[in-house]
């Protein structure tokens, strides 16, 4: 059964063929690290895991890059332009008083714990900007041989005019793009949608991140480091590349730009883009105070895995929206799935069911239907199935959902805990709040959750 996917490129549907039968090669856009990544950037970083794990499912292997943009990420690009204002790092850098790989250090090993508790399996690799300083020279000298490069003030720039192809995936033509209203133009830019390949460190100026290049002293524009680091680790035509809708009309046109210049070849088949996630039905961002990350998740008491639930429910080409209700409704939704399969025992094994497992793989096949796989693992513990069947068919569709479903199954609460949860009933009849709460604490540390029922009952759960 082919893989079917909504391919940004051509705008259609198509089946999926690998250019490699033995490996999938695939590249996801990974985020800046000078701050805290939002519950949105996620949600693209959700999608990479998802199709990771379609192809897994589906017996290819796969070679999956990620990258940590660490350099060169200018504050200009919230007007459509690249190439002006601040590097965002080295403002981060200055603001927290610790050097741009301190700062880098910092944030990625916080994405990183946050990318574990969504249960987000790990690409090949992760590539670091900083660490491609010298392949982005590289792929910069390849394209200034092959002339499609100028040079200006303040950096050597790309002449998209020089490129045909320019536009197919933005839609639109060189001539039509403006920059954007923010920003002042660059006068001396030949066209609008050029961009900067390598910009000069301002004379006056030491930058906190700068390197030698044969063009002078300075660092690689932002669209560079992608091109660089997926040709290097992937090839010169590499089977998928993703990354957030934001991406697509500018940053990814600029990687195709620079990528089939250099190389004379087509750089990618398949392009796929996630849908923003909006958040109480409106925009996301930073400047609003909305931008959740996953600390103000854990910090609200809901389990990563509930977030993860929530991303389940809408496709990934629609937007969704987070609202703490949705949340919550996605948090109960999984305790009640939990709540299910913490009746069934493992004892017996049995053969998973042919039919749901066909169906959920084939809206899974189909653009990577997350939310009616979802569906269908719904009806299929509301069949008739015998529960040894039902367990084995679940434990094989969360290979795909993630939701570690597996730790749920039929257990029983180790004695430990439950004279925890006695001695804390004892200090709530005598009012001694402080302890009781102290005692919950350690339950949790244990990894069970006690919930307070009416009448002085309660209920004691393995944490989800
Ligand atoms: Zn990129």
Redesign the pocket.
């Known amino acids: 059964m082919a893989i079917r996917i909504y391919n940004s490129l051509t705008r259609k549907v198509e089946d999926f063929k690998p250019l490699n039968p033995d490996v999938v090669s695939i ?4 985020p800046t690290v000078y701050d805290y990544v939002s519950i949105g950037n996620y949600r693209t970083y959700m999608l990479g895991d998802f199709v990771h794990r379609t192809f897994l499912s589906n017996n290819y292997k796969v070679k999956y890059i990620m ?1 940590f ?1 660490d350099v060169g990420h200018m504050t200009g690009d919230n007007a459509g332009d690249a190439d002006v204002g601040k590097d965002r790092l080295e403002i981060a850098a200055e603001r927290e008083g610790r050097s741009a790989k301190d700062l880098a250090d910092y944030y990625i090993n916080d994405f990183l714990s946050g990318y574990d508790s969504l249960n987000i399996i790990k690409p090949h690799k992760f590539t670091r900007a900083t660490e491609y300083i010298g392949d982005q020279i590289a792929l910069v000298r390849e394209l200034e041989k092959k002339g499609f490069t100028y040079r200006i003030s303040d950096g050597v720039y790309f002449d998209t005019s020089r490129f045909e192809k320019y536009g197919q995936l933005s839609g639109l033509s060189p001539d039509t793009i403006k920059e954007g209203a923010r920003v002042e133009p660059n006068p001396e830019k030949r066209n609008a949608s050029d961009f900067a390949l390598w910009k000069f460190s301002p004379k006056d100026e030491k930058r906190w991140q700068e390197w030698d290049s044969p063009w002078g002293v300075g660092f690689p524009g ?2 560079v ?3 660089a680091m ?1 040709m290097k680790e992937l090839g010169d035509t590499i089977d998928l ?1 993703l ?1 957030g809708e934001d ?1 697509r009309m500018i ?2 046109q600029n ?1 195709i730009a620079q990528s089939e210049c250099a190389s004379g070849k087509e750089f990618v088949k398949y392009w796929m883009h996630g849908a923003f996630l909006q958040v109480d039905g409106g925009r996301m961002g930073r400047s609003i105070g909305n931008a959740y990350t996953m600390t103000d998740i854990e910090e609200k008491g809901y389990d990563p895995l509930a977030l993860r639930y929530l991303y389940m429910t809408a496709h990934y080409r629609s937007s969704l929206n987070f609202t703490w209700e949705s949340l919550q409704n996605a948090q109960n939704s999984l305790k009640h799935l939990y709540d299910i399969l913490s009746g069934y025992k493992e004892a017996e094994k049995a053969q998973p069911s042919e039919r749901h497992l066909a169906s959920f793989m084939e809206v899974l096949n189909d653009d990577i239907n997350i939310p009616e796989s979802l569906a269908i693992c719904w009806e299929m513990l509301k069949s008739n199935l015998s529960e040894p069947v039902k367990l084995a068919t679940i434990l094989q569709m969360d290979k795909v959902l993630g939701l570690k479903l597996e730790d749920s199954i039929g257990y029983e609460i180790p004695e430990e805990v439950l004279n925890l949860v006695k001695t804390r009933l004892e200090y709530r009849k005598n009012g001694i709040w402080d302890k009781a709460d102290l005692v919950r604490r350690q339950i949790n540390d244990l990894g069970y959750v006690v919930e307070d029922l009416p009448n002085d009952k309660f209920k004691v759960r393995r944490k989800i």
Not at 27 to 30: A, I, Q, S
Request: net charge negative.
């Open positions: 590249y996801l856009c990974g990258n943009t932002w669209h480091e992608c091109s997926a590349h990354g991406l940053h990814h990687e």
